[in-house]
Nanobody
Framework: QVQLVESGGGLVQAGGSLRLSCQVS????????MAWFRQAQGKEREFVAA????????YYADSVKGRFTASRDIAKRTVNLQMNSLKPEDTAVYFC?????????????????WGQGTQVTVSS
């Protein structure tokens, strides 16, 4: 079992920054692909970024490339998402998710474990 707890959401003006963090607990065999998803009101959940727990590999949606940076701290057991140059269209609930599969996936259906989500609101 894997437990994920997000933190760091909030309200920010367009152009501002936020840093999300996901605290991971449980057996490391259950998490390999650590991803961030987001879901705006009335829209489907979409992939944002991912960090592979076992190596320095990171993946990003085209919409956030160059603005968001994913990272992981193995000692602290956290996965982080630094979000810069935020736009109103980044407003959503952001979820941390974990998959035991060793190769990256970007579909929500491929992730077994989910955090409760944290709200990010970007005002114009």
């Amino acid at each position: 079992q894997v437990q994920l707890v997000e933190s760091g959401g909030g309200l920010v003006q367009a152009g501002g920054s936020l840093r999300l963090s996901c605290q991971v607990s449980g057996r490391s065999t259950f998490f390999s692909d650590m991803a961030w998803f987001r879901q705006a009101q009335g829209k489907e959940r979409e992939f944002v970024a991912a960090a592979m727990w076992g190596g320095d590999k990171f993946y990003y949606a085209d919409s956030v490339k160059g603005r968001f940076t994913a990272s992981r701290d193995i000692a602290k057991r956290t996965v982080n998402l630094q979000m810069n140059s935020l736009k109103p269209e980044d407003t959503a609930v952001y979820f941390c998710a974990a998959s035991p599969v060793g190769t990256h996936r970007s579909s929500p259906a491929d992730f077994r474990s989910w955090g409760q989500g944290t709200q990010v609101t970007v005002s114009s």
